[in-house]
């Protein structure tokens, strides 16, 4: 099976305005949503507790609620549906340091009476924990950041990288606005799904990269909007079917996974799809923005090589004991 | 039966080493498999096997604190055997304060302070002060998590639990993993064993005052060098007693579960011979008076003493349960916390949960794997089939590395897996399209191999030497489940390497000859249109 023709070369950039603005629209809309709507961020980050209870039969929800109401420990606590009828988690920004008497202990007192339960898992973040996370979190996303900036530039060159990051933070943040949208829990499992779109997207991007790169040291042609239309539909067969394989798998974690996988598998879906968008239409289409010159590179690589071999006429000199 | 030249296969380095893999991650991840009990396993994770996880702080600036008590205690001692008299002995924030009533056992008393352990003493006039230096307060802090790793590990091990994990995480935080818990009650147990200080002290009643107990207060009773404790076992009772306490649990050396003459459970402890000795020395100038038996600041029993009570060894009665009594004496023969504990993360996972979880990964990890292979197939043919050989051994390779490394398959880690099996077969995806591309161009097999490979060969290494530097990035900032994540990812990114890369062109050469003579384009890489 084949899905695209092999010597049919797509104009890609042609359409780099429509994109442009496609995803200048996302990624704004994203950020508008993220600055007002703002995440809800799981325990991981805020401290607090969550309890999962199954109840034999459907949970009674609302006297659930009524009975946690009186319990200064679940004052503003959440309490909803979880994957099923039968099962519910409630949420709250308490937490309790004590071991001999914990939360988990106090709300299988204050259910009492409620039905036939069980609980099934209780979580509880202290609030230091939470801070030291959010920071350890971040570094981690800076970290990666640097380094692939300085890979991709000692690779390629420092355009490339700059134009990499961008679409790497295009990606994310646009996915993170979905999360937002839908109020996904953003969970330590949701930095995870952030560091895998983070390779994903630099992934896809290198993959194109490499081509270009091919296509500007063997091709004659030195315009570089034609190399870029010429590399993108060159690997756009690949893009597509590794696309399609991951968001397959993604697809099953985020079905089969269950509502506790949620914070993992709803970004992964979303930024399958972005990724894939931006490393056809975004991250190439930023190397020409960001004056790319063919001549140049090549001038500079010839350069390079005629540094190499005067280097190694030297060496060669000196170890023959000429000089 | 010698077949000819052209179709014969000839067995190439890539292959064997591909076959040399595969057995390698078959027989290794057979144990994590069929869960036997011999040979390396992958352990599950408490989210997936269900059970409890706590992390621990250290309140390390109390075990400074009790230092001092006993240096106190200590001083007590000394003077007391010395006839020197000292006043006001007390500890007042980060020392201990006392004054000499006669100057001349300033020597006397020099000598015993300087062999206390990092001990700065001033003087001034007749009034002393010690405290500890500062590497020695970060000495204690560090000694306090310390200990307290070690009397947890202690007294979970004694427990009887499944392997329980006690580990130092950070600097001062105490991670405890224990696999076994399935009930609340077994849950709550094992919290109360973990916390509990088990500090015992021996204490003299104030026999001057004691009858005014109910109406001081506690400043009050600290002006005479006493504390007001609660009993134990009737709680509008109180005891008067002295701040100092003769012995504290550092001296015990056994703690049994034993019967008073009622048949009620008991916990007989003895002393060492330190211990004896001035346990000894005080009954002996103590008869007719009270001797407290406080535990954890409460006072279990206060009886008179008779007579000199030699051979060290003592009884605490309380009005215990069978398993009560045998926890309290697992706690008192690991010793006492130096410092008290406090939970900053916990998360108990029901084993049901845990159940459920792992089923609903392995029907993800199940499904995502056949639609991935049937697509590989139907897109590739015969390369395709070779594609998900490649990922199956993958996947083998993975479990059997995490079995060896004693590794923990957590959640987060499933999830890692199911997503590696989309992007394991990325790398056969770019090279069957580099590969069919030098085809089309008109190469012929071998060199289209050839160069389909190394061109691919580029953009994969580029693309996974920094998938792997950010999985480092993910393993040394992570917490539990994120570590766990990095660690699959990246087994799996260095086998495919192996399994996707060489083994896959192993299995090329091998039909080399039977390929080129097909000329079947279409049954060995699915293409569909007429090669040049």
Redesign the interface.
């Known amino acids: 099976m084949e899905l695209f023709k092999e010597d049919k070369v797509y104009n890609f950039l042609g359409k780099g305005k429509i994109f442009f603005v496609a995803s200048f629209v996302l990624f704004f809309v994203a950020i508008a949503l993220i600055a007002t709507k703002g995440f809800s961020f799981g325990i991981d980050f805020t401290g607090g507790t969550v309890v999962q209870v199954k109840y034999q039969g459907v949970a009674p929800i609302d006297k659930v609620r009524e009975a946690l109401e009186k319990n200064e420990l679940f004052k503003h606590a959440a309490v909803s549906e979880f994957g099923s009828p039968e099962e519910i988690v409630i949420k709250t920004a308490a937490s309790t340091d004590g071991l001999s008497k914990d939360i988990g202990d106090v709300t299988r007192e204050i259910l009492k009476g409620t039905g036939d339960f069980e609980i099934r898992r209780v979580d509880m973040v202290g609030p230091k924990v939470g801070d030291e996370l959010r920071v350890k979190g971040l570094t981690a996303f800076l970290l990666t950041l640097s380094a692939i900036m300085a890979m991709v530039t000692f690779r390629y060159e420092w355009r490339f990288a700059l134009a990499a990051i961008i679409a790497i933070v295009h990606d994310i943040v646009i996915t993170f606005g979905f999360v937002s949208y839908f109020e996904i829990d953003f969970n330590i499992e949701s930095v995870a799904a952030l560091l895998m779109i983070l390779g994903y997207s630099i992934h896809d991007t290198i993959i194109v990269y490499d081509r270009i790169r091919e296509h500007i040291q063997e091709s004659k042609n030195s315009d570089f909007v034609m190399i870029v239309n010429e590399a993108v539909s060159r690997t756009q067969s690949r893009t597509t079917l590794t696309s399609l394989t991951v968001f397959f798998v993604v697809l099953t974690l985020f079905l089969f996974g269950g509502d506790i996988m949620l914070g993992f598998s709803f970004p992964m879906l979303v930024g399958v799809i972005i990724g894939t968008y931006s490393s056809i239409f975004v991250a190439a289409q930023l190397v020409v923005w960001t004056g790319f010159s063919v001549g140049r590179y090549r001038e500079k690589m010839a350069e390079k090589i005629k540094l190499q071999a005067e280097k190694e006429k030297m060496r060669a000199q000196f170890e023959q004991g000429i000089v | 039966m010698r077949l000819p030249e052209s179709t014969r296969m000839k067995l190439n380095f890539r292959v064997v080493l591909l076959i040399a893999a595969a057995l390698f991650g078959i027989i290794f991840s057979i144990p994590s498999l069929t869960q036997s009990q011999h040979g390396a396993k992958v352990t599950l994770g408490l989210d997936l096997q269900g059970g409890l996880h706590?992390?621990?702080?250290v309140k390390t600036e109390e075990a400074v604190n009790s230092q001092l008590k006993s240096v106190a205690s200590g001083i007590k001692h000394f003077t007391e055997q010395n006839d020197i008299l000292v006043d006001g002995l007390s500890v007042q924030g980060d020392g201990v304060v006392f004054s000499l009533l006669d100057a001349e056992d300033g020597t006397k008393l020099g000598e015993h302070l300087k062999n206390v352990q990092g001990a700065v003493v001033k003087v001034s006039g007749e009034s002393y002060r010690v405290s500890f230096k500062p590497e020695e307060v970060e000495k204690l802090k560090a000694q306090a998590v310390d200990q307290a790793i070690e009397t947890i590990r202690n007294r979970l091990d004694q427990f009887g639990l499944a392997e329980p994990v006690v580990a130092r995480q950070g600097v001062d935080k105490i991670l405890v993993e224990l696999p076994g818990i399935k009930t609340?009650q077994e849950?709550?147990r094992a919290?109360?064993l973990?916390?509990r200080a088990a500090k015992l002290e021996l204490m003299a009643v104030d026999e001057d005052r004691s009858m005014r107990v109910n109406d001081l207060s506690d400043v009050e009773a600290a002006s005479y060098g006493d504390k007001i404790l609660e009993d134990a076992l009737q709680p509008n009772m109180k005891h008067l007693v002295n701040e100092i306490p003769i012995l504290d649990g550092t001296v015990l050396t056994d703690a049994q579960v034993g019967y008073d003459q009622n048949n009620r459970p008991v916990i007989n402890f003895s002393l060492n011979s330190a211990g004896a000795q001035i346990f000894g020395d005080f009954t002996g100038k103590s008869v007719g008076k009270r001797l407290a038996i406080v535990l954890d600041g409460k006072v279990y029993s206060a009886p008179v003493i008779n007579e000199r009570i030699g051979g060290g060894s003592g009884q605490i009665s309380g009005n215990y349960s069978v398993s009560e009594a045998n926890d309290l004496a697992i706690a008192l023969r690991s010793g006492a916390l130096l410092a008290p504990?406090?939970?900053?993360?916990?998360?108990?996972?029901?084993p049901?949960?845990g159940a459920?979880?792992i089923k609903?990964?392995l029907?993800?990890l199940v499904?995502?794997?056949v639609?991935?292979m049937i697509?590989?197939i139907?897109?590739?043919g015969l390369a395709g089939i070779i594609a998900n050989l490649a990922v199956m051994i993958n996947i083998f390779i993975i479990l059997a590395m995490m079995a060896l490394l004693g590794a923990t398959l957590t959640?987060?880690g499933m999830?890692g897996i199911?997503?590696h099996?989309?992007?394991a077969?990325?790398a056969n995806?770019?090279i069957n399209?580099r590969v069919?591309?030098q085809i089309?161009l008109g190469l012929g097999l071998k060199k289209a191999l050839q160069e389909g490979y190394s061109?691919a060969m580029?953009?994969i290494l580029?693309?996974n030497?920094?998938?792997i530097?950010?999985?480092t990035?993910?393993y040394?900032?992570?917490?539990g489940?994120?570590k766990g994540?990095a660690v699959t990812l990246s087994m799996g990114i260095l086998a495919s390497m192996l399994t996707a890369i060489v083994g896959t062109y192993g299995i090329f050469q091998l039909f080399t000859n039977r390929i080129e003579k097909s000329k079947n384009y279409k049954l060995w890489f699915?293409?569909?249109?007429k090669v040049n």
């Open positions: 706590l992390l621990l702080g609340p849950e709550q919290r109360e973990i916390s504990i406090y939970m900053l993360e916990k998360r108990s996972v029901g049901s949960l459920d979880s609903a990964s029907l993800a499904s995502g794997f639609l991935v697509f590989m139907m897109y590739y959640l987060p999830a199911v997503l099996i989309g992007l077969v990325d995806i770019i399209e069919r591309e089309r061109k580029r953009a580029d693309s030497i920094t998938q530097i950010a999985c990035i993910l040394v900032y992570g917490t489940a994120i994540f699915g293409m569909t249109r």
